[in-house]
């Protein structure tokens, strides 16, 4: 394989990637609109959009594999390519968990809307948010935009946390509340995931371009 056929190649694996992301990203979007307006046919929308997001993911590993057996690229090639695979598989597990949310919000729709003590759409901002800023360091091979990622999952895991006591000191004092509310508690644990799954990214973005893991590592503010 000669140089410039190796680049069109790593070209068409980053552009594949920024497909699947938009993929995820537009699943995730689509089940917070389903919870905040109850509307079900936005519900089906995601779930009919989870077989395209696998065989996507499939595409992209498989090239990944093709490009490592026939050109063995070394250094920040190898390691681009090797961030490429993991980063398939989170954004996989994004549309994992919008098609998580979905589910829940159908079996939302059997109850009474009520009002509950969870900021949901905020807590989709930041996690969404988290994704957003990742993918954009990873376009633009910013190490130090994907470490300001790492910093916004404590809000996430504080919003996550709130939701919990909140809930479940709604479920104590309503009892009849408690289908809707654990339905919501798992929604916000599914957007906690969703961070997650953003972190994991932007660490992988780290190592692609300082080639430095990240992961278990203490972070500094």
Known sequence: MTRIKFQQNLDDLKERLLIMAGMAEQAIQRSIEAYSSRDLSICELVFRSEPSINRLEREIDQLALDLLAMEQPMAIDLRFILSVIRINADLERVGDQAVNIAIRVREMGAFANTDLPVDIPK????????????????????????????????????????AFYALS?????????????????????????????????????????????VRHHPRTD
């Open 169 to 213: 000191s709604l479920i104590k004092e309503k009892p009849e509340l408690t289908p809707q509310s654990l339905n919501a508690l798992i929604i916000a644990r599914n957007l906690e995931r969703v961070g997650d799954h953003a972190t994991n990214i932007a660490e992988d973005v780290i190592f692609w371009v300082r080639g430095f893991d």
């Open 123 to 162: 807590l989709a901002s930041l996690a969404s948010a988290m994704v957003r800023k990742a993918l954009q360091a990873f376009i633009e091979a910013d190490a130090e935009l994907a470490q300001s990622v790492l910093l916004l999952d404590d809000q996430v895991d504080e919003m996550n946390d709130a």
